[in-house]
């Protein structure tokens, strides 16, 4: 069984910082793509970031320069430093873990809530 633990969220004022983390563990086997997601109240779950085994990232358009995502492998933890936060930041995130050899599972987190004062 995998569980995934994220922490970090919290209530902050616009302009301010953030780092969310999210730890796997349990029988995971190879993890090869580790996510992040949000949902705010009324909308759909939208990719926010993702990087995989070899580093590389991916930004939406809409946090592109103000997010950055990481990951310690030997902890199969991810992390979202979020700086320059804005009221429409406010959002469920939810971590999101690809791991397989042959055939892929996907683990989602219980989410953890970000609220962005204006």
């Known amino acids: 069984q995998v569980q995934l633990v994220e922490s970090g969220g919290g209530l902050v004022q616009a302009g301010g910082s953030l780092r969310l983390s999210c730890a796997a563990s349990?029988?995971?086997?190879?993890?090869?793509?580790m996510r992040w997601y949000r949902q705010a109240p009324g909308k759909q779950r939208d990719l926010v970031a993702a990087i995989t085994d070899g580093g590389i990232t991916n930004y939406a358009d809409s946090v592109k320069g103000r997010f950055t995502i990481s990951r310690d492998s030997a902890k199969n933890t991810v992390y979202l430093q979020m700086n320059s936060l804005k009221p429409e930041d406010t959002a469920v995130y939810y971590c999101?873990?690809?791991?397989?050899?042959?055939?892929?599972?996907?683990?989602w987190g219980q989410g953890t809530q970000v609220t962005v004062s204006s």
């Open positions: 349990g029988s995971i086997f190879r993890i090869k793509l």
């Open positions: 999101n873990v690809v791991s397989g050899g042959f055939s892929l599972n996907a683990y």
